[in-house]
């Protein structure tokens, strides 16, 4: 690798620190807040999810974009291989970047599709020294300057769900279970898994009025930035958790209910953005592996009425879901459709669908 040929930037946190790398992508000084995640692969599917928007991602395993980026091919009126129609980071962080890849599916390279996106991306930086430093200093702004300097940009503090939810109501399949989706964010393997059961995906804008819709049973996505400024949608859950029809809510889905049914969230220090994250399910001795992509949380302690906890961190005691005793309510912080992380408890799709079954019987 010659890396004269590459254009110099340099990554500045908020506290002052600074990384020096060069340039892979879309050479524009951007703005946003700084995570980490620890995944090996899966970057097609990180950079395309709509949890990252306002992020500068930073990935830690050491050598990224040896596979290319693969193809554009339409399942189900969706990309196949990404979890939304664009990349939805503010910009990527490597250590090093395989110019040459090798995969059957890649149409491009990492590089040629961060160009095409409009998205910065720098490596030669020493991603698990940066990770580190974000590690003990807790979550942060960041942004890569490459000739004229630019302010920070906290994006916790704009309504991010209202930009990445989609804009008009749309529907997929024909099966005979109706899933009304309320799209904050929503990954496509989200959809791809509600599929797998005879169902119909009614897919509506984060701040869709839905009381005139018929369904069987209300699925809230995941999605990017601080709950609290989805108003909209919390007023509408409230309304819905005083029914019977079975819910379910993923990541900023599960802070949403939570929110709705009067309990508090709370911005974690540093947040959890890997693979492999440690849950135990309540009540029971069962613990298992999660994929997680959030900056805050839900307060148990804040819970009301009938609402219980359903899993916890492990690693950190956080809280990863709520339930509720006497309805079919229940929610997960982490992802059980996680696509290229761990998928043992996408079981939980099933249960969902299982008590759909249970109330129109």
């Known amino acids: ?206 701040d869709y009025d839905y009381s005139n819709e018929n369904y069987d049973g209300l699925f809230i996505s995941n999605g990017p930035g601080n709950p609290e400024t989805c108003v909209p949608t919390i007023q509408n859950l409230q309304t819905s958790i005083e029914e019977d029809r079975p819910i379910f809510g993923i990541c900023l889905g599960h802070q949403l209910i939570s929110l709705a049914s009067g309990a508090s969230t709370y911005k974690l220090k540093f947040g959890h953005h890997s693979h492999n994250q440690p849950v135990l399910q309540e009540g029971t001795h069962r613990a298992y592996l999660t994929s997680q992509n959030h900056g805050y949380a839900v307060d148990d302690q804040t819970l009301q009425g009938d609402w219980e906890v359903f899993f916890t961190n492990l690693n950190d005691k956080s809280n990863e879901g709520i339930r509720h005793k006497n309805k079919p309510f229940f929610t997960t912080q982490f992802h059980p459709e996680a696509s290229s992380g761990p998928t043992d408890t996408a079981f939980l799709f099933a249960d969902f669908i299982q008590e759909i079954e249970k109330l129109k019987k």
């Open 1 to 206: 690798m010659k890396l004269n040929q590459y254009r110099k930037a340099h990554l500045v946190l908020e506290d002052g620190a600074e990384f020096a790398g060069y340039s892979f992508g879309y050479e524009q000084s951007v703005a946003g807040e700084i995570v980490f995640n620890t995944a090996m692969t899966g970057y097609p599917e990180s950079l395309t999810d709509p949890s990252y928007e306002g992020q500068i991602l930073v990935l830690t395993y050491p050598s990224i974009g040896n596979y290319g980026v693969p193809g554009s091919e339409i399942e189900h009126n969706m990309l196949r291989h990404f979890e939304s129609e664009h990349v939805h980071v503010t910009a990527m962080i490597i250590s090093d970047y395989s110019e040459k890849h090798s995969h059957w599916n890649a149409s491009k390279s990492l590089s040629q599709w961060l160009i095409e996106e409009k998205i910065p991306g720098l490596f030669g930086i020493d991603t698990r020294k940066l990770t580190k430093h974000i590690r003990e200093k807790g979550s942060m702004l960041a942004k890569i300057v490459f000739d004229e300097d630019i302010p920070f940009f906290d994006p916790n503090q704009t309504n991010l769900v209202e930009k990445v939810s989609v804009k008009e109501r749309i529907v997929y399949g024909h099966g005979k279970h109706k899933i009304l989706l309320l799209d904050c964010g929503v990954k496509f393997n989200i959809i791809r898994y509600l599929l797998q059961y005879d169902t119909q995906v009614i897919r509506v804008p984060w």
